[in-house]
């Protein structure tokens, strides 16, 4: 099983101010590497695949970079509506895996 | 767009068989992985496995002596059989497609309880 670790557990940002999110793999995963985000009471959503790609209709603000067991993503200038956890999961194994979450709180 | 929309009992009794379905609607179910995913209140995601349209399976091995899933491809559906629950299986469950850029598609998610 490949472990997904990201860090922080929680973070907390100004909106208008950069956030910063990583994700560790315990194996390579090249770059088959996805983000979702996940609001209360919402099923999770793809933001980023790949490991830098955004998905379609993602915002230009969100982006990722990355490759092999390091993977970071960025949220330019943080919106309202950006407030929420965040997931990593790589699909370079037939068995996807999932970090913990990152939870994006206001400051 | 494609939807998923989970349907099933929202309690189940430990040690009995939890069972879903999921519907997909505005796109044909053919030539995809679908996948169940679940989440414990306040916890992180769990894939439970997938199914591809021709029947073949992967599942979780954490889970494997448990789960069962099938495809019927003339309904757009896909479905989800765990056996022998207990009240660690309560969580919200999540249909979903797989495609090779990760989890394209999610339901909406149905909250399963294993109570008595």
């Known amino acids: 099983e490949i472990v997904m670790t990201q860090s922080p557990a929680t973070l907390s940002v100004s909106p208008g101010e950069r956030a910063t999110l990583s994700c560790r793999a315990s194996?390579?995963?090249?770059?088959?590497l996805a983000w979702y985000q996940q609001k209360p009471g919402q099923a999770p959503r793809l933001l980023i695949y790949?490991?830098?790609t955004r998905a379609t209709g993602i915002p230009a603000r969100f982006s990722g970079s990355g490759s092999g067991t390091e993977f970071t993503l960025t949220i330019s200038s943080l919106q309202s509506e950006d407030f929420a956890v965040y997931y990593c999961?790589?699909?370079?194994?037939?068995?996807?895996?999932f970090g913990q979450g990152t939870r994006l709180e206001i400051k | 767009q494609v939807q998923l929309q989970e349907s099933g009992p929202g309690l189940v009794k430990p040690s009995e068989t939890l069972s879903l379905t999921c519907t997909v609607s505005?796109?044909?179910?053919?030539?995809?992985?679908w996948s169940w995913i679940r989440q414990p209140a306040g916890k992180g995601l769990e894939w439970i496995g997938r199914?591809?349209?021709?029947?073949?399976?992967n599942y979780n091995p954490s889970l494997k002596s448990r789960v069962t899933m099938s495809v019927d491809t003339s309904k757009n559906q896909f479905s989800l059989k765990l056996s022998s629950v207990t009240a660690a299986d309560t969580a919200v469950y999540y249909c979903?497609?797989?495609?090779?850029?990760?989890?394209?598609?999610w339901g909406q998610g149905t909250l399963v309880t294993v109570s008595s």
């Open positions: 999961q790589q699909y370079n194994n037939w068995r996807i895996t």
């Open positions: 199914i591809y349209t021709s029947g073949s399976t």
């Open positions: 790949g490991a830098s």
């Open positions: 505005g796109g044909s179910i053919s030539s995809y992985y």
């Open positions: 194996q390579s995963v090249s770059s088959n």
């Open positions: 979903a497609r797989e495609g090779f850029i990760g989890v394209e598609y």
